[in-house]
């Protein structure tokens, strides 16, 4: 059996597949195989990913259906004892498998490994995401997961690795869901599962900030079902509060643009004048003048200045 299957979907990032798919070339752990699944790209994607004929590079082509029918395709391909995700615009330091393949022999019997990572906002800023209660010296079993999962996500996407046996049991992703298809399913992992943490750096996420907000993209999301971890949340307040925080997220995206029950379905149950009035206060904002400081928002972000509404 090969030690990691690494799965990366692929659609149109053709600037980019050619130095993603280097970055697991160059890994100091080599017991691995590379899933490459095209989910019908239309630039030259494909043929970057050709251009390496390499053995250890497998490449399936798929009906254009999404990120998630992507994942679950390279799921259902693999050999892997370990399952490592990356996107096609991301990138790993060459210790970034060995780094997992250590934490997974410290701590078999964890649901998910999860390396340290810098977030790449622009050419020249990185930020570097930091943890509730664990110190960035830290590599063990996380105490708490979804109170230290904030203010930065401890589980992204191209930075862990998650023993295929548990996907297997818990499933994978879930066709159709546009935005948080990730979230969810860390999120089932977290629950009936210990997660495991590395001190180390070994991935860097291309953050794409939009030039602007588009309409179309928030009218079209189709989100995670929130109501499925009902029960589990009135038994963790932690896993309600990490939650809501999204519930929040996708809320006021709604409100941005005008939708209104949407925006209220997702915060009905918060009370966001007492929890987080900063928040509250820019639901009482015009939508219009929402789209101005959002835009503002993430310009400055370009030029590396950021902060958060929920400081």
């Known amino acids: ?5 690494v799965i990366v979907p692929l659609y149109n990032k053709a600037a980019y597949i050619e130095n993603t ?27 970057k990913v050709l251009e390496f004929n390499d053995e250890k590079i497998q490449l399936y082509t798929q009906k254009n259906q999404g990120v998630s029918v992507a994942r679950n395709l390279g799921i259902e391909k693999s050999q892997g004892k370990l399952i490592a995700f990356l996107d096609a615009d991301d990138f790993w330091f060459p210790n970034h498998l060995q780094e997992l393949a250590d934490l997974y022999h410290n701590f078999p019997n964890s ?4 390396s340290r990572y810098k977030i790449k906002t622009t050419k020249h800023h990185f930020q570097f995401p930091y943890f509730n209660g664990i110190e960035n010296s830290y590599r063990g079993i996380i105490d708490n997961y979804f109170f ?20 297997e049991k818990i499933g994978a992703f879930t066709p159709g869901v546009t935005n948080g298809q990730d979230l969810e399913l860390w999120t089932k992992i977290g629950i ?27 009218g079209l999301m189709k989100l995670m079902d929130f109501e499925q971890f009902e029960i ?6 932690n896993l309600k509060k990490n939650l809501d925080q999204y519930r ?31 928040i509250w206060a820019l639901f009482q904002i015009p939508p219009f003048c929402l789209r101005i400081l ?9 030029i590396g200045i950021d902060f958060s509404i929920y400081d």
């Open 294 to 302: 959002f835009n503002f928002k993430n310009y400055i972000k370009k």
């Open 248 to 278: 929040i997220e996708y809320g006021l995206r709604y409100h941005i643009f005008g939708y209104t029950d949407k925006a209220n379905f997702y915060i009905k149950d918060i009370d966001l004048k007492k929890s987080y009035f900063k």
């Open 148 to 167: 230290s999962n904030f203010p930065y996500r401890i589980s992204w996407t191209s930075s862990l690795a998650i023993p295929k046996k548990t996907l």
């Open 192 to 218: 009936n599962y210990p997660v495991a943490i590395t001190n180390k750096i070994t991935a860097i996420y291309h953050f794409d900030i939009p030039n602007s907000l588009a309409k179309n993209k928030i």
């Open 21 to 47: 798919l280097k970055s697991v070339l160059n890994q100091t752990f080599k017991d691995y195989e590379i899933i490459v699944i095209n989910d019908e790209s239309t630039d030259e994607s494909k043929t």
């Open 232 to 237: 589990a949340e009135q038994h963790d307040s």
């Open 111 to 114: 649901g998910m490994y999860c």
């Open 1 to 5: 059996m090969t030690f990691f299957s």
